[in-house]
């Protein structure tokens, strides 16, 4: 069943991205510019599984004609019997708020992913704050799903990806974070 619904939406999101391309096209002729051509391209992939529950990623790729493309990525955590999804962050609460260890836990890990990668624990030139009023690191903003386990058929620890531009540069690429299951 949670196939059949990613289907749906893929569908409905390239007959939109269809009717766009198409508007776009013909606006360019009429100025009598070149177009551009547009790319579409969605994959899902399951992250693991765990008795009736799966967890999945979706990466689409779209380019309409800017400056590059753009990658997004999508989660689902789904009943593999009835379809039934489950929003990942719902499950992390700890009362009205995503539990704080997982929030300090996925702020360390994208400084040290940051520092890796550009040397620089920052976003966007200021410096990663985890908690508080001014933190800008937020979970909110990132696609979270459940990562495999060590253990067969066991759910172990949850990956938090951010799009670019989520917390730097579009030229930083993507960041995938792990939260282990300990934490």
């Known amino acids: 069943p949670i196939i059949a619904r990613l289907r749906k939406e893929a569908d409905d999101l390239l007959a939109k991205t269809k009717k766009e391309a198409s508007e776009n096209y013909a ?18 992939s399951v992250l693991a599984r765990s008795g009736d529950f799966v967890s999945l990623l979706g990466t689409l790729y779209q380019f309409n004609g800017g400056a590059h493309g753009m990658t997004s990525t999508d989660t689902r955590l789904a009943s593999i ?13 700890f009362g009205k708020t995503l539990s704080p260890a997982i929030v300090i836990a996925a702020c360390e890990a994208v400084k040290k992913a940051k520092t890796d990668r550009i040397d620089s624990a920052t976003v966007f030139d200021e410096p990663i704050v985890c908690a508080g009023p001014n933190a800008n690191v937020k979970l909110e903003d990132a696609s979270l799903a459940l990562a495999p386990s060590s253990a067969a058929g066991k759910f172990g620890g949850i990956y938090a990806y951010f799009d670019p ?3 730097g540069a579009y030229a930083e690429g993507a960041y995938e974070i792990v939260v282990q299951h300990d934490v």
């Open 81 to 93: 019997r009835t379809g039934e999804e489950i929003n990942v962050a719902t499950i992390m609460r």
């Open 165 to 167: 531009y989520a917390i």
């Open 27 to 44: 606006e360019a002729k009429a100025r009598g510019q070149t177009p551009m051509t547009w790319d579409y391209q969605i994959n899902w």
